[in-house]
């Protein structure tokens, strides 16, 4: 197996005024490909920093990220939002679908980023949201779907250019404990079929769908079997 991710020696330091709040001070982690890792630890610990790391969404103060063998520690915006829209999918707590759009809509709206004509993209949103159990669904707008329903959406949309890299912040966090369950069996069939993923929980049932657990506290990564 050979790295997906990779930070080392990473230090994040947030400048506010005077005062600077080190919110992550040494993380060292390193995420095969195909794995699926759980991240956990305290409110304020650095889970989301990390994540912001991890999903090329900003850079660390020092040290080195790579992502998918390329070393993104110095990259600018624009080179970010490339490796993003190539690499990685986006799923959260608050499933973040525009209310205005409907699912399938949704779905095909970060194909745009990459050009394809309409009908393809609407052709493979249809795709992936009959693959997340949606096909009956694929007209309605958020507001008509249960929470169980927008974050099969969100995965869809999460899975539109084929990515490398699943992230995932509380995925089941708005969630009832059976429509959790749902989710978490949907990531582990992708994770089945080989994407990497890495998901933020406080919820120990979910953790044991992970390979491992990455604890941080305090902004120091520390490993789990
Ligand atoms: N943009 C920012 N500017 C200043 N400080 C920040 C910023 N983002 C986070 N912090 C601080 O960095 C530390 C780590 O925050 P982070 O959001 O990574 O924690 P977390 O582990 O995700 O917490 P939670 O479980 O509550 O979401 C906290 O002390 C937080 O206040
Ligand atoms: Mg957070």
């Not at 709040?21 to 195909?34: F, P, R, Y």
């Not at 990220?65 to 829209?85: K, M, N, Q």
Request: negative net charge.
């Amino acid at each position: 197996m050979s790295s997906m991710i990779s930070l080392e020696d990473v230090k994040k330091v947030y400048r506010m005024g005077d005062t600077k709040v080190e919110a992550l001070e040494d993380a060292d982690v390193n995420i095969e490909d195909g794995e699926f890792v759980a991240v956990m630890g305290p409110s304020g610990s650095g889970k989301s920093t990390l994540m912001n790391m991890v999903g090329a969404l900003d850079i660390p103060t020092e040290g080195e990220v790579s992502i998918g063998g390329e070393d993104v520690s110095d990259f600018g915006e624009d080179e970010l939002a490339l490796l993003r829209s190539r690499k990685i999918g986006f799923i959260f707590q608050q499933f973040n679908l525009i209310p205005s759009m409907n699912a399938a809509e949704n779905v095909a709206l970060p194909m745009l980023f990459r050009g394809a004509s309409k009908k393809k993209r609407m052709e493979r949103a249809e795709e992936l949201l009959e693959r997340v159990g949606l096909g009956e669904r694929m007209h309605h707008m958020p507001s008509e779907l249960s929470g169980g329903q927008r974050q099969r959406v969100s995965i869809a949309r999460a899975l539109s250019n084929d990515p490398d890299i699943i992230l995932a912040d509380e995925p089941t966090g708005n969630l009832d404990t059976e429509t959790g369950e749902n989710i978490m069996n949907l990531l582990t069939e992708l994770n089945d079929e080989g994407k990497t993923i890495v998901m933020v929980t406080h919820d120990e049932n979910d953790a044991e769908y992970a390979d491992r657990i990455i604890k941080i506290v305090d902004g120091k990564t520390g490993v789990e079997a």
